[in-house]
């Protein structure tokens, strides 16, 4: 540990937070609370205390009722031998970085923004000197940079490494080579051009070359301002046992991965098998990074109730806070897309969550456009069926109930009346109506094809659901199966959709709940633009098959 870092245990009233920070600038004192539990000082547990001066609020392990831990972060035996003493982490004194580049680095990824303006000005440059800047020229830059984009390029990490990079810089070449004709064909159709490809293809080769030297200047002084200026992620880790403890150590001495470690938090005390204490684990997250300004979060829960650990992800997630899984048996982990290593030390990075991605924003217009489109298209339609459901049962025409939609917020979703219920409390509690025969003809019909949920365009229009999603459940239900299937409150981090992946696989009316909650968490952990438009084309299959799977 740093032995001039300050450091200090926070709380926050309500939260029961155990939370060992050390070493964040510009930030006050806080007084432990009494009910807070000291944490183990930043070296192995049963070791004799690093050489340096004391820091307030770091006690060794034995002099705490926090239990022992054995090499892999679980619980020791009582009377088990210690392991051998870790040597003290290397600390390097860091100049400050000016407040308005920290406040900058806060908010973006200055990797990202760095390798995107390199590779933007060396296609600049070279597209300046080497060929004349026509229409084609100018397709081929943008194609360049939207291919290296989507070979992992741009992408943030914390190893920063121009060997681990050259064989995505070859692909990228390679493909913008096999595309540029096609480009360069198009862009001479649409303006009327007749212009040659030799130019375009030195743009892509200097590029090329121009931008694997830029890069390695670069990498070079973002790992420099990380390791002399401190730049970096402040990180939280949640454990307290030998390999998160080491895993902080590993930050301190090697700055250059850019994760500054500012404290632990203690999950031992929760039971995180019960959803209160759960939350509870969630607010201490919440609690230490916005009073301490972290960006990332490093989950070392060994032993911990899986339920509890996802819970806790999904918050930091929706919180803005970069998740990174310290994994399990790390000697079988391999290094691909989404496995970041601190040296030899695994971390598995969690996908950004699905909201907060820029592509979402795409999403929602989408539901806009199409819904409102879908309501003027289909009005004709909507107006036939309420006719019939009029003439078959009478008014009212639009059947409203209450579901649980986003963050377990209710709302009120629409249909049209297949079937009048006895009374409120059949609407509100029965299952399933298949094969009841109060279910007319026109019921029955609107039911199969699917065409009683149309109103539900309304309700996709208003931002109450979106046109895909998990399906949306009334509140006694919910509250039933939140209590029976640990993953079902996972489901509603995502708005609920008119239709989904569990839906198109044949889990409707009565089917496993388990299986869907599978299906729901599956489609939120892996949402893209693509598997929207897969399920949509589905759904339109299971609509002309009549709803049979």
């Known amino acids: 540990m740093s032995t ?107 990797v990202r923004c760095a390798l995107v303006g390199v590779d933007l000005a060396v296609l600049v440059l070279v597209s300046a000197l080497v060929a004349e800047v026509t229409p084609a020229t100018v397709a081929t830059a943008a194609l360049v940079v939207v291919v ?24 990228a070449v390679a493909v913008a080579l096999g595309l540029f004709p096609a480009v360069a064909m198009l862009t001479n159709a649409t303006l009327g051009t007749s212009e040659d490809t030799p130019d375009a293809v030195a743009v892509v080769l200097a590029a090329a070359v121009g931008s694997v030297a830029a890069r390695a200047v670069i990498l070079l002084v973002i790992r420099t301002l990380r390791v002399r200026w401190g730049v970096g992620e402040p990180t939280l880790i949640v454990g307290t046992g030998v390999r998160a403890v080491e895993l902080d150590e590993t930050m301190r001495a090697h700055p250059e991965y850019g994760m500054r470690p500012i404290g632990h938090i203690t999950y031992e005390d929760l039971d995180l098998v019960r959803v209160p204490e759960r939350a509870t684990l969630s607010a201490r997250i919440r609690t230490a990074a916005r009073a301490h300004g ?53 971390l598995l990075r969690v996908p950004q969550d699905p909201m907060r991605r820029p592509s979402w924003r795409v999403k929602r217009f989408s539901d806009i456009v199409i819904s409102a489109v879908a309501l003027t298209v289909t009005a004709p339609l909507l107006a036939v069926v309420a006719a019939a459901v009029l003439i078959e049962s009478g008014r009212p025409l639009i059947f409203r109930q209450e579901r649980v939609g986003l963050d377990n917020r209710p709302f009120t979703v629409l249909k049209f009346r297949s079937m009048r219920p ?123 098959r009549g709803g049979q799977h």
């Open 148 to 171: 290296r984009a989507a070979a992992g390029l741009h992408r943030p990490r914390l190893r920063l490494s121009w060997f681990d990079d050259l064989p995505r810089e070859l692909v």
């Open 422 to 544: 006895d009374d409120e409390a059949e609407q509100r509690t029965r299952w399933s109506i298949a094969g009841d025969p109060r279910v007319g003809p026109v019921g029955r019909l609107i039911r199969r094809t699917s065409l009683d949920e149309l109103p539900q365009l309304w309700n996709i229009l208003r931002g109450d659901m979106s046109l895909v999603g998990p399906r949306p459940e009334r509140p006694s239900f919910v509250e039933r199966f939140s209590a029976e299937h640990e993953r079902y409150t996972a489901r509603h981090r995502v708005p609920v959709g008119l239709t989904g992946l569990a839906q198109i696989s044949g889990l409707r009316g009565d089917t496993s709940i388990a299986d869907r909650v599978r299906h729901d968490n599956y489609y939120i952990a892996n949402w893209s633009l693509w598997l929207d438009v897969q399920i949509l084309v589905r759904t339109a299959r299971e609509v002309l």
């Open 4 to 110: 001039d870092a300050d450091t200090r245990t926070s709380a926050e009233p309500g939260t029961g937070s155990a939370v060992h920070l050390t070493g964040a600038p510009g930030r006050g004192r806080t007084r432990p609370r009494r009910y807070l539990r000291p944490l183990p000082s930043h070296r192995r547990p049963g070791t004799h205390p690093a050489p340096g001066p004391a820091t307030t609020g770091a006690t060794d392990n034995r002099a705490t009722d926090a239990p022992a831990t054995d090499a892999s972060g679980n619980t020791a035996r009582p009377g088990a031998t210690p392991g051998p003493p870790a040597p003290a982490p290397v600390t390097t004194r860091r100049r400050p970085l000016p407040a308005p580049l920290r406040r900058l680095g806060e908010r973006v990824s200055l």
């Open 294 to 346: 972290a960006r990332a979060v490093v989950l070392a829960c060994h032993g911990a109730d899986d339920g509890g650990v996802l819970d806790a992800a999904i918050g930091a997630r929706r919180d803005g806070l970069a998740v990174y899984l310290l994994p399990w048996l790390p000697e079988l982990v391999h290094d691909r897309d989404g496995v970041e290593r601190i040296r030899s030390i695994p």
